[in-house]
């Protein structure tokens, strides 16, 4: 931990620093034998905290005490509204790549090569930050993850024999279908959930130790004009159910709407926001484009599979994300808490980064031994093995990505999420050659070039844990930044 503590302690920082860094967060306490918490010589007994063996986490952010805060909603109804909206994330997952099967069948029909078809068809993480806590994320953020990889692997598999028996334009109408049943379902159990609490309970932002705020120390007791912002939320009533069926709600930012739509394009000044690009958004578009050449390498010889044979390749993708979000999102909770422990019961958004590691040696292993294996022809089980470990490996870049765009950026996460968005483009732009690029030079060098620029995505990670604590003290002091976040 020496390289963490002088990574995060002010010491080690010869530049001015903010006195409290925006992400940066008091997550854990200690409990003494009468049960009081504290932190140092500051007695955080008042700070609300969570149950049973995490009773030492302090609850990042703080709750109100309004039933309408979406942090105060029964953990069942959270659960339940996230399940709903990731099942929709599945379907929008799976909308592209279930066309991808039928590539062949449909080049032959339209007289296209397979790059000129590419070229043609190439905010659930907020909501995340609205009902859970700091600690809850990793696992709700890994279930996110699964369900898009489930959409984009499953819809493949199952597309292959839609294709196979009543043609590829029933891809989008099968889609269809499932979309004109699921939007009544969301319109009637998934209410809003953004909520405008007291910035003061807003404890991971802003440049003031609000935590300290909230309970005074062991000499200052809470101001009185503190404690009447908080017993005002006691007056609040629960709001309705019909009243949560309501289009709008009232607002919950005061900017104005043509801002609010060029903020994501301004926020990719931000470190944070453009790390995220490079790191999620790189490494995830390779898997939007191993899938659109899935049909030209399986149905050509030697492997002369059939349409719906090309689908069930993606059963190896469907097994990798399963696994690896069981795996990726426990984990992720695991490391948040311990090197919270660890470095005096503060927690810093860059913990999340150590799940890069496993992004860079499985990703980084399976990009490269797609490419060697399809050279030399290896039977169907040795690419297929490698195509289900991206998903694996990548996963936990997803998971890495998001919960630490989320914890530097929660007040402006659904900009800052449509930011590192902008990489479709480049995923669009990839499936414009990356199939005469295949024909021309090989599996073997396009992956090994795609594995290199994996891992040096990956190795970006080390300087943003290092420096990623300066970044956000320097941005939440420099004016330009501060502009962008108030634009």
């Not at 334009?169 to 939007?183: D, K, L, Q, R």
Request: glycine share 10%; hydrophobic share 45%; with cysteine.
């Amino acid at each position: 931990m020496d390289l963490l503590r002088s990574n995060h302690g002010s010491r080690c920082i010869r530049r001015p620093q903010a006195e409290h860094v925006p992400g940066t967060a008091l997550l854990t306490d200690v409990i003494e034998a009468d049960h009081h918490h504290h932190h140092g010589n500051l007695d955080t007994s008042a700070l609300q905290h969570d149950k049973g063996r995490n009773s030492d986490v302090v609850l990042v952010p703080q709750p109100s005490k309004s039933p309408n805060d979406p942090l105060n909603w029964p953990l069942w109804k959270k659960d339940l509204i996230l399940f709903l909206i990731c099942i929709d994330t599945a379907v929008v997952g799976a909308w592209g790549p279930m066309i991808s099967p039928g590539y062949a069948l449909m080049a032959k029909e339209f007289n296209m090569s397979y790059n000129a078809l590419n070229g043609g068809l190439g905010l659930v993480s907020a909501t995340i930050a609205d009902l859970y806590f700091v600690h809850q994320r990793g696992v709700r953020l890994a279930a996110w993850g699964l369900c898009l990889s489930v959409g984009v692997g499953g819809g493949a598999i199952i597309s292959g024999y839609i294709i196979q028996d009543v043609g590829w334009n029933w891809t989008y109408g099968v889609c269809a279908i499932i979309f004109g049943v699921w939007i009544p379902v969301l319109f009637f159990l998934c209410p809003e959930t953004a909520y405008r609490r007291d910035a003061l309970l807003n404890t991971d932002l802003g440049t003031a130790d609000k935590a300290a705020e909230l309970i005074g120390d062991t000499k200052n007791a809470p101001t009185e004009e503190f404690v009447e912002r908080v017993e005002s939320f006691e007056v609040e009533k629960r709001h309705s159910y019909v009243h949560q069926l309501k289009v709008f709600n009232g607002r919950v930012c005061d900017d104005p709407f043509w801002k609010v739509l060029t903020r994501p394009l301004m926020m990719l000044i931000f470190p944070q926001v453009l790390f995220s690009f490079f790191a999620y958004g790189l490494t995830t578009s390779w898997l939007i484009v191993v899938g659109s050449v899935l049909a030209q390498i399986f149905t050509a010889p030697p492997y002369n599979f059939s349409v719906s044979g090309v689908g069930l390749v993606s059963i190896a993708a469907l097994i990798g994300a399963i696994v690896g979000a069981f795996i990726s999102g426990p984990i992720a909770d695991y490391i948040t808490k311990a090197m919270s422990r660890r470095n005096n019961g503060v927690y810093e958004p860059e913990f999340r980064l150590v799940l890069v590691l496993i992004t860079l040696i499985i990703g980084g292993m399976s990009f490269f031994g797609f490419g060697w294996s399809l050279q030399v022809h290896d039977p169907w089980i040795g690419p297929v093995i490698f195509y289900g470990l991206q998903y694996f490996g990548v996963g936990f870049m997803t998971i890495a990505v998001y919960g630490y765009l989320t914890d530097c950026h929660r007040d402006k996460a659904p900009e800052a999420f449509a930011a590192i968005n902008l990489r479709n483009i480049y995923s669009f732009g990839m499936n414009y050659f990356i199939s005469s690029w295949i024909s021309t030079q090989g599996p073997k060098e396009v992956f090994e070039i795609i594995g290199g620029i994996h891992v040096f995505i990956c190795l970006t990670a080390i300087p943003m844990y290092i420096f990623g604590k300066r970044c956000r003290s320097w941005t939440s002091r420099v004016e330009i930044f501060q502009k962008v976040m108030r634009a």
